[in-house]
Nanobody
Framework: QVQLVESGGGLVQAGGSLRLSCVASRRTFSGNAIDWYRQTPGKQRELVARITSTGATTYADAVKGRFSISRDNAKNEVYLQMNSLKPEDTAVYLC???????????????WGQGTQVTVSS
């Protein structure tokens, strides 16, 4: 089974920066899109950033221009560089990959355990 492990969260003041990391237990990152989501208690999980197998990236409007997603396929690792952090960025951040398991398109969604990001004012 593929496992994802996030790290890099913590407490930071508004305007500061954090760099999150997501490491996969198997070679799944090279051929798959990888996502960063964030979750606040009582709210719907939000897609923050996505990077495809070819390196194309997309961002939520709320983080565009401040966050940057990148990947190192040789290390099975994806990063989320977060700059100019705001209190509203406070959330548990989770990485996600969709693993296709057969030629008919069946898949399994794999999530990491999450890493807490807290931004103080």
């Amino acid at each position: 089974q593929v496992q994802l492990v996030e790290s890099g969260g913590g407490l930071v003041q508004a305007g500061g920066s954090l760099r999150l990391s997501c490491v996969a237990s198997r070679r799944t990152f090279s051929g798959n899109a990888i996502d960063w989501y964030r979750q606040t208690p009582g709210k719907q999980r939000e897609l923050v950033a996505r990077i495809t197998s070819t390196g194309a990236t997309t961002y939520a409007d709320a983080v565009k221009g401040r966050f940057s997603i990148s990947r190192d396929n040789a290390k099975n690792e994806v990063y989320l560089q977060m700059n100019s952090l705001k209190p509203e960025d406070t959330a548990v951040y989770l990485c996600h990959v969709r693993v296709v398991v057969n030629v008919e398109g069946a898949y399994r969604d794999v999530w990491g355990q999450g890493t807490q990001v807290t931004v103080s004012s």
